[in-house]
């Protein structure tokens, strides 16, 4: 991508190189055949699967536990902060052993990891030694989300070197079914097992659905990346992210990344939310398993499908805004429709399809602004750690709301519900203000440029 400053708005790529471009549209000269797109979410369903254990079950199951809203949030949060992190670690994977190689460790560690976190009840103030459960917990999802981590980063790496750009749309739609759909009904299913069977057959369950999502990765003829030293690796890598965080492309990239627009941060905290619609534990543990994890990876994956479809076929960063404003939408109507477990069904649903479109679409835009690079993986690592950055702290907020709100108007049964709704389309109404108000400025300096380019009269 260029450096140089080019006119057009900012939700726009006027700068990247065409779809004809030799550069994008197809892998490099000797790259081999790439996967067909449905097995990319066959890879990824570990991810979701290990995501969905943090942001679904683990939320559940601590609500069902008294524990408040906000250390809610942190704990999940906490546990999902390697998605945020591993841009530090990500130059490993560009240093000479084989993307496959990577993912293969780190799907296998994430597998003990959520075994081993299955076995472990989440009770808070008790102690094994001087550890306190909740804290010990909360270290064994750490693990597991840091390897996944890991494991995402390799498959958008492989997907980036090998995936041509006429096909990422595709790839990324079906990348992106796998991890919503992991996330959801994997999450859904943890919660009803946890529930229901045996801490050991938990975790037996998990790992086996690991290692054969997996298989696939073997078909995979990746050409490894250049073997280097380690430091001239990192000193090439932060060169080169320099460079595109430099461009017109590249920062505004970031700020879109950074921003809350289609965050999906509601997904995190739906089954903690699920009690203020249906008050009993046997109705609030149906909405979390039928309703967000069963029919929302459905619709999930939908969304992501369609979501893949559209980023093939419009312009990828004004397509992420439009699906951004439209998960606000839903959060908006969430927030004015009764607390019933219909209104929860229809509005969690819309949200999650909403949530889908905008995984989609993300993926396949940061796809196409890394490129085909050297130290791919560390640049999309950038990126997408910028994202989950966002997913983070708009999680935390939402937590916030709803306790803020519960405190303020304790004697109004809706208030948490309607801070947490509130607070979610606020920062997402927010963030499309702030990409509108930096659409302007770059369209602005570019005509200026432009102007001050041409000859006086």
Not at 159 to 181: C, E, F, H, Y
């Amino acid at each position: 991508m260029s450096d140089a400053p080019e006119p057009g708005p900012a939700l726009q790529s006027p700068g990247a190189p065409s779809r004809e471009s030799p550069s994008l549209g197809a892998p490099p000269p000797g790259a081999p055949a790439f996967l067909p797109p449905p097995l990319w979410a066959l890879l990824t369903l570990p991810f979701g699967l290990t995501v969905g254990f943090a942001s679904i079950a683990v939320p559940f199951v601590l609500r069902s536990r008294g524990l408040p809203m906000t250390l809610i949030a942190t704990v999940s949060q906490t546990a999902q902060l390697p998605h945020v992190i591993k841009p530090f670690w990500s130059p490993l994977l560009d240093s000479g052993p084989r993307r496959r190689t990577w993912y293969f460790a780190s799907v296998a560690l994430a597998a003990l990891a959520l075994a081993a976190t299955a076995l472990i009840p989440p009770i808070p103030d008790e102690r094994i030694g001087p550890v306190p459960l909740l804290a010990l917990y909360t270290a064994a999802l750490f693990v597991a989300q840091a390897a996944v981590a890991t494991s995402g980063s390799a498959v958008l790496a492989l997907m980036a070197i090998t995936v041509p750009d006429a096909k990422r749309g595709a790839a990324s739609g079906w990348q992106t079914a796998g991890n919503l759909a992991g996330t959801a009904l994997g999450g859904a299913l943890i919660t009803w097992m946890l529930g229901h069977l045996s801490a050991s057959t938990t975790a037996a369950v998990i790992a086996v659905i690991c290692g054969l999502s997996a298989l696939p990765a073997i078909f995979i003829d990746e050409i490894p990346p250049l073997r280097r030293r380690a430091a001239r690796l990192v000193a090439d890598l932060l060169a080169q992210v320099w460079r595109t965080l430099r461009s017109r492309e590249g920062w505004t990239g970031m700020v879109i990344c950074l921003s809350p627009v289609g965050a999906g941060a509601l997904t995190n905290l739906f089954s903690a939310l699920a009690k203020d619609y249906a008050p009993d534990d046997a109705g609030a543990e149906h909405l979390v398993v039928v309703v967000a994890g069963v029919f929302g990876g459905i619709v999930n994956m939908a969304g992501a499908l369609l979501g893949g479809q559209l980023a093939d076929r419009m312009n990828r960063r004004l397509a992420y805004g439009v699906c951004g404003g439209l998960s606000a939408l839903c959060a908006v109507a969430m927030l004015l429709a009764p607390a019933t477990p219909g209104a929860f069904t229809v509005g969690c649903l819309a949200y999650q399809f909403a949530n889908g479109l905008c995984y989609a679409v993300f993926y396949a835009f940061v796809l196409e602004l890394v490129g085909h690079r050297d130290g791919v993986t560390t640049q999309l690592a950038l990126y997408v750690g910028a994202s989950n950055l966002a997913a983070s702290y708009v999680t935390w907020f939402d937590g916030f709301g709803y306790d803020r709100a519960k405190a303020l108007a304790p004697r109004w049964a809706s208030a948490g519900r309607a801070g947490m709704l509130g607070m979610d389309a606020l920062t997402s109404i927010a963030g499309l203000a702030v990409l509108g108000a930096m659409t302007m400025f770059v369209r602005g300096r570019g005509e200026h440029r432009k102007d001050a380019k041409a000859p006086r009269v």
